[in-house]
C-alpha cells in the first residue's frame, strides 16, 4: 500500500495527478478523487480489508502492472508534466511487514505503530518521524 497526504488547509483534487515509479506507465485519478486538508489518501492493490492484511478502507485501487514498487526505485506524483514530489529508495531502506513512512520535512522512517494483521505502519494517520 501506499499513502498521500495533504498537509494543506485545502483540500487537493487529485484528477490534476499522476503517481510513477521507474519503468512503469503510472497511474491516474478519476474525478472526484481527493484528499481532504490535513487528510491521507491510501491506494492499494486491493480493495479486500482480508486481502490487504487488515489495512482501513481503500481510497484508490491501482492495477499492479501500471504501478510496481520494486528494491531500487522511486516514487513520484505529478500535477501534468511537473513533478510535484520525489521519493528515491533501495532495497537496504526496507524491512518486511514494516511501513517506511517519509515526513513533511523528508525524514524517513520506520514505522512502530501495528495494524491490522500484525503489520506495522500507521495507515490512516500521519505520524512524523521525529
Known amino acids: 500500500w501506499i499513502e498521500l497526504y495533504n498537509p494543506t488547509e485545502a483540500p487537493v483534487d487529485l484528477s490534476e495527478y499522476s503517481f510513477h515509479s521507474k519503468d512503469d506507465t503510472g497511474l491516474t485519478f478519476e474525478n472526484g478523487s481527493t484528499i481532504e486538508p490535513?487528510?491521507?489518501?491510501l491506494?492499494?492493490?486491493?480493495k479486500s480489508h482480508t486481502g490487504n492484511g487488515g489495512l482501513p478502507k481503500v481510497d484508490h485501487v491501482y492495477n499492479h502492472n501500471v504501478l510496481k514498487v520494486l528494491g531500487t526505485d522511486w516514487l513520484e506524483l505529478k500535477?501534468?508534466?511537473t513533478i510535484v514530489d520525489r521519493w528515491e529508495f533501495t532495497?537496504?531502506?526496507?524491512?518486511?511487514?514494516?511501513?517506511?513512512q517519509r515526513?513533511?520535512?523528508g525524514h524517513m522512517c520506520f514505522s512502530n505503530t501495528p495494524y491490522g494483521d500484525g503489520d506495522i505502519g500507521s495507515p490512516g494517520s500521519f505520524i512524523s518521524c521525529h
Open 38 to 41: 490535513q487528510s491521507t489518501f
Open 79 to 81: 500535477k501534468g508534466e
Open 43 to 46: 491506494l492499494a492493490v486491493r
Open 91 to 100: 532495497r537496504t531502506d526496507f524491512k518486511k511487514g514494516t511501513a517506511l
Open 103 to 105: 515526513d513533511d520535512e
